[in-house]
T-cell receptor, first 116, second 113 residues
């Protein structure tokens, strides 16, 4: 079974500052993938970034980076230079890569609020 | 672009009614998912299908069933709707390549009265 834990229900960050959203996971799979999604108030789910368990380097996509610590089973999302448009719900998710079904499990989410 | 379409954005049903939520995708993806989203609980997987007529229970299948007769369509069925099934329902799809993200529909906000 897979489990994702996001311990921060809500966070504030000042515009233009960096912020880290925490994500820890638990799985018995040897190979797995970790995903972050953004959900603005409109409700759509926007894919942000992916990290494979065997990737040696931390993933980066523009202002998003993933601080992947495999031994600690954590995959924290770092957003640099926060913008007002970053205010949204953020979800961490994982999928076992050896699972024929590729079931995708989500955490409870973190609501990020960017202050001007 | 992948398009995942859910049949309704908003739905109001009465307790005891049979409810069908439809999801259609146009990208020939094998995997399809149904989640419900509730505040503080994130997205919880109800059912998952990895092929036509194949289904797997997720974390909260009780009170729900699914149907996948065609590859592009995945239906969620509430046999007898109850007020505790009032929620946002999200459909998602992905190819079998596991390092690829899932694509979501716009969601259906279901209210059971």
């Amino acid at each position: 079974a897979q489990k994702i834990t996001q311990t921060q229900p809500g966070m504030f960050v000042q515009e233009k500052e960096a912020v880290t959203l925490d994500c820890t996971y638990d799985t018995s799979d040897q190979s797995y993938g970790l995903f972050w999604y953004k959900q603005p108030s409109s409700g759509e789910m926007i894919f942000l970034i992916y990290q494979g368990s065997y990737d040696e380097q931390n993933a980066t996509e523009g202002r998003y980076s993933l601080n992947f610590q495999k031994a600690r089973k954590s995959a924290n999302l770092v957003i640099s230079a926060s913008q007002l448009g970053d205010s949204a719900m953020y979800f961490c998710a994982m999928r076992g890569l050896n699972n024929a079904g590729n079931m995708l499990t989500f955490g409870g989410g973190t609501r990020l609020m960017v202050k001007p | 672009d992948v398009k995942v379409t859910q049949s309704s954005r908003y739905l109001v049903k009465r307790t005891g009614e049979k409810v069908f939520l439809e999801c259609v995708q146009d990208m020939d993806h094998e995997n399809m998912f149904w989640y419900r989203q509730d505040p503080g609980l994130g997205l919880r997987l109800i059912y998952f299908s990895y092929d036509v007529k194949m289904k797997e229970k997720g974390d909260i299948p009780e009170g729900y069933s699914v149907s996948r007769e065609k590859k592009e369509r995945f239906s969620l069925i509430l046999e007898s709707a109850s007020t505790n099934q009032t929620s946002m329902y999200l459909c998602a799809t992905s190819p079998p390549i596991s390092n690829t993200e899932a694509f979501f529909g716009q969601g259906t906000r279901l209210t059971v009265v």
